[in-house]
């Protein structure tokens, strides 16, 4: 089945107090299909990155509501660390990995840029693809002089007016900076010297900057709590300029000024292709090819499974997920793509039914995490379990109640169908499989409905349900 997926990783002006990021972690993780895949803290640079993937739109909910954590728990006038930032949810790039175009991720990011002016009164910045403005594409042009210098500057220098919002800084937030960019690799690299003004000049010989990579932001940053000094990098490029690339320059500068490497870090994911070229590099190997690589091969030969297989042997497997929720969904995507082939077939408008199909196949995902959510709650320590159970439960029941939802307005959308009656059967068909989703999705919003304690909440759901099965 094809997806749409994106990539979002926040960075916040937090890497000292666990408790604070964990709880921007769980205001983004309580967003059904989005699943968590890093994060990471660093006490030095005093800033966290938190990286997720979902569909664009819970991917985009998500964004928002860590940022609405980030802003009411995060105040920059308390702030110190050697990152720049200019505000508590200082940046948040969206990235898109499949099945949705740098445009598309564009029309999120702005979305999600009025949603954090309109809601939070935090002005917004747009840079890289979704910049306004070409002094704007590139980040530290923003960040200049920090949030110190955003307070003093926004409302009298006209060059510092947001995107989003008016010109006036949030008196604890700053300003949020929102893009769109390619796959990024934060990667650092440490010395034997707690002497930052080498690390300085390291960085200044290899950002692109100042005469160096192209594809490379650097600066020389202390490491107070290891008594050493770290280039500090962005690689906005890894195929133009390979990770090993960089390295190798790096260790050649520091040996100038007599210091050593004493180890590198990624911050974040790195793409296993990058690891792939400064493997064929390091090694030497004569014959090597990602082929070799022993996942690369599984995964290759598998991928000439059909998508269908792999989806009915997941389901037949003796685990959790994906389970009911996920076929009912299924059912509905391919009720929707038999309207939009018949519909294909009679020289019509498909768009409606593809729609359909995108949302209902969206879904056999969102099912199953939100069912992992829920599993995940109730492994939390008993004494504070029960509120991250009860909002699993809801999100659980939400996903099937929405493709009830749907799979009501699909029907309603076939038995309008005028088609040759040659295709009867496909017409039929298709009914049955739409019925099979509204009425799975609803037994299953009725089994977590029995588990939740929100008399409202249910109430809600329950009217919802009764509407979405007449």
């Given at each position: 089945m094809s997806?749409?997926?994106?990539?979002?990783?926040?960075?916040?002006?937090?890497?000292?107090?666990?408790?604070?990021?964990?709880?921007?972690?769980?205001?983004?993780?309580?967003?059904s299909g989005v699943v968590l895949l890093d994060r990471e803290m660093d006490a030095d640079h005093n800033r966290s990155v938190i990286s997720f993937a979902g569909p664009p739109e819970a991917a985009a909910v998500a964004a928002f509501r860590g940022v609405e954590r980030a802003v009411a728990l995060i105040d920059l006038n308390h702030h110190t660390g050697v990152h720049p930032r200019i505000g508590a949810a200082d940046v948040v790039p969206f990235i898109p990995m499949e099945g949705v175009s740098v445009a598309e991720c564009v029309k999120l990011a702005e979305g999600v840029a009025g949603e954090i002016w309109n809601r939070l009164q935090v002005p917004v910045y747009l840079y890289e693809a979704a910049a306004r403005r070409p002094d704007r594409v590139n980040l530290e042009n923003i960040r200049r002089g920090q949030f110190e210098a955003l307070l003093r500057e926004m409302g009298t220098v006209a060059d510092r007016a947001p995107d989003y919002g008016e010109a006036r800084c949030h008196p604890t937030a700053g300003a949020t900076i929102v893009g769109v960019r390619k796959f990024l690799i934060a990667y650092n690299i440490n010395l034997s010297t707690p002497d930052v003004e080498i690390a300085r000049r390291i960085a200044k010989a290899v950002r692109f900057s100042s005469g160096g990579f192209r594809y490379v932001k650097a600066m020389g940053v202390p490491l107070a709590s290891r008594h050493l000094a770290q280039v500090s990098m962005n690689l906005t490029d890894f195929e133009q300029t390979p990770v090993h690339r960089v390295f190798e320059a790096v260790r050649s500068e520091a040996t100038r000024y007599g210091v050593t490497i004493t180890g590198s870090e990624i911050i974040g994911l790195i793409p296993k292709k990058a690891l792939e070229m400064a493997a064929e590099h390091f090694l030497r190997a004569e014959n090597f090819t990602p082929g070799l690589v022993l996942e690369n091969r599984i995964a290759d030969a598998m991928s000439a499974r059909p998508p269908l297989a792999e989806f009915l042997d997941a389901l037949a497997a003796p685990t959790a997920t994906p389970g009911g929720g996920s076929a009912a969904a299924a059912a509905g995507a391919m009720a929707a793509a038999l309207g939009a082939m018949l519909m294909k077939f009679s020289k019509q408008d498909p768009e409606a039914f593809e729609q359909d199909r995108a949302f209902l196949a969206a879904a056999v995902e969102?099912?199953?995490?939100?069912?992992?959510?829920?599993?995940?709650?109730?492994?939390?320590?008993?004494?504070?379990?029960?509120?991250?159970?009860?909002?699993?439960?809801?999100?659980?029941?939400?996903?099937?109640?929405?493709?009830?939802?749907?799979?009501?307005?699909?029907?309603?959308?076939l038995a309008t169908l005028h088609v040759d009656k040659r295709f009867g059967s496909d017409v039929a068909v298709a009914r049955a499989l739409a019925t099979a989703a509204r009425e799975g999705a609803a037994a299953n919003v009725r089994i977590n409905l029995e588990s939740i304690a929100d008399e409202a909440f249910c109430q809600e759901t329950e009217q919802r349900l009764s509407n979405a099965m007449l």
């Amino acid at each position: 089945m094809s997806r749409q997926l994106v990539e979002c990783v926040p960075n916040f002006s937090e890497g000292r107090d666990a408790s604070k990021v964990d709880a921007i972690v769980q205001a983004i993780t309580s967003v059904s299909g989005v699943v968590l895949l890093d994060r990471e803290m660093d006490a030095d640079h005093n800033r966290s990155v938190i990286s997720f993937a979902g569909p664009p739109e819970a991917a985009a909910v998500a964004a928002f509501r860590g940022v609405e954590r980030a802003v009411a728990l995060i105040d920059l006038n308390h702030h110190t660390g050697v990152h720049p930032r200019i505000g508590a949810a200082d940046v948040v790039p969206f990235i898109p990995m499949e099945g949705v175009s740098v445009a598309e991720c564009v029309k999120l990011a702005e979305g999600v840029a009025g949603e954090i002016w309109n809601r939070l009164q935090v002005p917004v910045y747009l840079y890289e693809a979704a910049a306004r403005r070409p002094d704007r594409v590139n980040l530290e042009n923003i960040r200049r002089g920090q949030f110190e210098a955003l307070l003093r500057e926004m409302g009298t220098v006209a060059d510092r007016a947001p995107d989003y919002g008016e010109a006036r800084c949030h008196p604890t937030a700053g300003a949020t900076i929102v893009g769109v960019r390619k796959f990024l690799i934060a990667y650092n690299i440490n010395l034997s010297t707690p002497d930052v003004e080498i690390a300085r000049r390291i960085a200044k010989a290899v950002r692109f900057s100042s005469g160096g990579f192209r594809y490379v932001k650097a600066m020389g940053v202390p490491l107070a709590s290891r008594h050493l000094a770290q280039v500090s990098m962005n690689l906005t490029d890894f195929e133009q300029t390979p990770v090993h690339r960089v390295f190798e320059a790096v260790r050649s500068e520091a040996t100038r000024y007599g210091v050593t490497i004493t180890g590198s870090e990624i911050i974040g994911l790195i793409p296993k292709k990058a690891l792939e070229m400064a493997a064929e590099h390091f090694l030497r190997a004569e014959n090597f090819t990602p082929g070799l690589v022993l996942e690369n091969r599984i995964a290759d030969a598998m991928s000439a499974r059909p998508p269908l297989a792999e989806f009915l042997d997941a389901l037949a497997a003796p685990t959790a997920t994906p389970g009911g929720g996920s076929a009912a969904a299924a059912a509905g995507a391919m009720a929707a793509a038999l309207g939009a082939m018949l519909m294909k077939f009679s020289k019509q408008d498909p768009e409606a039914f593809e729609q359909d199909r995108a949302f209902l196949a969206a879904a056999v995902e969102r099912d199953a995490d939100a069912f992992s959510h829920v599993m995940a709650a109730y492994k939390r320590p008993r004494a504070e379990r029960a509120p991250f159970v009860e909002e699993a439960l809801q999100g659980a029941a939400l996903v099937p109640l929405e493709v009830a939802e749907r799979a009501r307005a699909l029907l309603e959308r076939l038995a309008t169908l005028h088609v040759d009656k040659r295709f009867g059967s496909d017409v039929a068909v298709a009914r049955a499989l739409a019925t099979a989703a509204r009425e799975g999705a609803a037994a299953n919003v009725r089994i977590n409905l029995e588990s939740i304690a929100d008399e409202a909440f249910c109430q809600e759901t329950e009217q919802r349900l009764s509407n979405a099965m007449l």
